[in-house]
């Protein structure tokens, strides 16, 4: 097979294209967000054959595999693979055989060729740090923001029978019995929420490896302990020792309920939870916010970049004998 030059993988003008191929979540990527990048991001499938990378959002994929197997990868075109959901919910992150479409993957995984974390920004983590611990004044102990029903861990069951023996405030959709009374401004209203309660229940919806989403980091930008019942090696995302409190080590809801209205009457003990503030950031936390600082669409951007460098600006493509 022979090759020969050809410039179709660049737009107008002249940066390399990469294409969303499908939808996130029912709505289109945000192609806005990454105009500042030296590579032109679209959402428009008729420059399939020019794009440099294409993104797939896996989860979104899922529904639509019909369309995938049909679609040829032209030469010299990077796939990447792309999810921040648990392969336990989406299965095909899990299977080896059609992962092999791709060269590159894009997750939760720090394994993953492109990190995509749910770390805050290291500026957020150093506002939390110069901030006090707030007052605790809620008539509950924890609280809870849950509205997903999605559930492939027996999260929602272990909810409910916690709270059969100490009493939380759930704010969210899932068992929902407060109300939120100022106006909703996002984020920024639900760290506000936390902040009051001593504890905050952080359940994921599946429990996979490095599947550790903001329910662990919010609470601690809240100033609040999370009530942790997730990935495994949750401790390698702690800010430091003795940051948060691992359901897993409790061999029941009650038993945890029980050592929860303990530390709750106990203001010594439960102050040892924030010793890590005092010190600061782990090395080994800094080393993981180093990392995530990294936005994962530059990085491909960079990629792509790269690799018509390395080829000294040329593309491939096939050309019939």
């Given at each position: ?150 559930d492939r861990c027996g999260r929602n069951q272990y909810a409910r029978e ?101 530390l709750d009457r106990d203001e010594d003990a439960y102050r040892q939870y ?48």
């Amino acid at each position: 097979m022979t090759f020969f030059w050809s410039r179709i993988n660049r737009n107008r003008s002249g940066k390399p294209i990469i294409l969303f191929f499908n939808d996130f979540f029912g709505r289109p990527p945000d192609t806005e967000s990454l105009a500042h990048h030296d590579c032109a991001f679209t959402t428009d499938r008729r420059v399939l054959r020019k794009a440099a990378a294409v993104v797939f959002h896996i989860p979104s994929l899922q529904k639509s595999l019909r369309k995938f197997n049909k679609t040829r990868k032209r030469p010299g075109q990077l796939w990447v693979a792309w999810s921040m959901e648990s392969e336990v919910n989406y299965p095909l992150l899990a299977n080896d055989a059609f992962m092999r479409n791709f060269a590159l993957t894009m997750t939760y995984r720090r394994s993953a060729d492109l990190w995509c974390s749910y770390l805050q920004k290291r500026s957020a983590l150093e506002r939390a740090l110069a901030t006090p611990v707030p007052a605790k004044p809620a008539n509950a102990p924890a609280v809870m923001l849950q509205s997903s029903a999605i559930d492939r861990c027996g999260r929602n069951q272990y909810a409910r029978e916690l709270m059969t023996h100490m009493k939380v405030d759930s704010y969210g959709r899932f068992l929902n019995n407060r109300q939120v009374e100022a106006s909703d401004r996002g984020h920024q209203t639900k760290l506000a929420i936390i902040a009051p309660y001593k504890f905050c229940l952080a359940f994921e919806n599946s429990i996979a490896v490095d599947y550790v989403t903001e329910k662990f980091f919010d609470p601690l930008l809240a100033g609040t302990v999370p009530v942790y019942r997730g990935a495994g090696n949750a401790a390698a995302f702690a800010p430091g020792d003795n940051a948060f409190i691992d359901a897993s080590k409790f061999a029941e809801p009650r038993e945890l309920a029980k050592f929860l209205t303990e530390l709750d009457r106990d203001e010594d003990a439960y102050r040892q939870y924030f010793k890590w503030r005092e010190s600061g950031l782990s090395t080994d936390f800094e080393r993981l916010v180093s990392a995530a600082s990294k936005e994962p669409f530059g990085q491909l951007c960079e990629i792509v970049l790269a690799q018509h460098e390395t080829s000294a600006g040329r593309w491939f493509w096939p050309r019939r004998a």
